[in-house]
């Protein structure tokens, strides 16, 4: 588990309605836990843009060197939709798409309109 290097201690980073730890040697989350309440929730735009988490060092989040010339694209952890809701609607802030909550995905898959791949238990 990779440890936080500012804003906080321990392992577990922190976002609005959802949580991340990552794996350090993979660079990657290793799981996520998101709080859900599904009669409230929003919809989300997608959102192509990705940003380094500033809570960890650039070295410890995969940038877009991973994704050149091969068939990998980024994928949310965590749906979109599932942690964007709050009691209040002044206080809901969308959460950016940040590195640390992209996973590896096959691009043909996720690129598609229409096609979504889920796996429930």
């Keep these: 588990m990779l440890p936080l290097r500012r804003g906080g201690t321990g392992v577990e980073l922190k976002y ?10 993979r660079r990657l989350p290793m799981l996520t836990a998101v ?26 989040q995969w940038g877009d060197e991973l994704y050149h010339g091969n068939s990998l694209d980024r994928g949310h952890m965590v ?10 609607r002044s206080r809901l802030t969308p959460t950016p798409s ?8 096959w691009q043909a898959l996720i690129r598609k309109p229409g096609l979504a791949l889920r796996i429930t238990f």
């Design 16 to 25: 609005q309605n959802f949580s991340v730890i990552m794996s350090a040697s």
């Design 35 to 60: 709080n859900l309440l599904g009669l409230d929730r929003e919809q989300v735009d997608r959102i192509d843009t990705w940003y380094f988490d500033g809570r960890l060092d650039k070295s410890d």
């Design 79 to 88: 749906r979109r939709e599932d942690p964007v809701w709050a009691p209040s």
């Design 98 to 105: 940040t590195l640390p909550t992209a996973v590896l995905k």
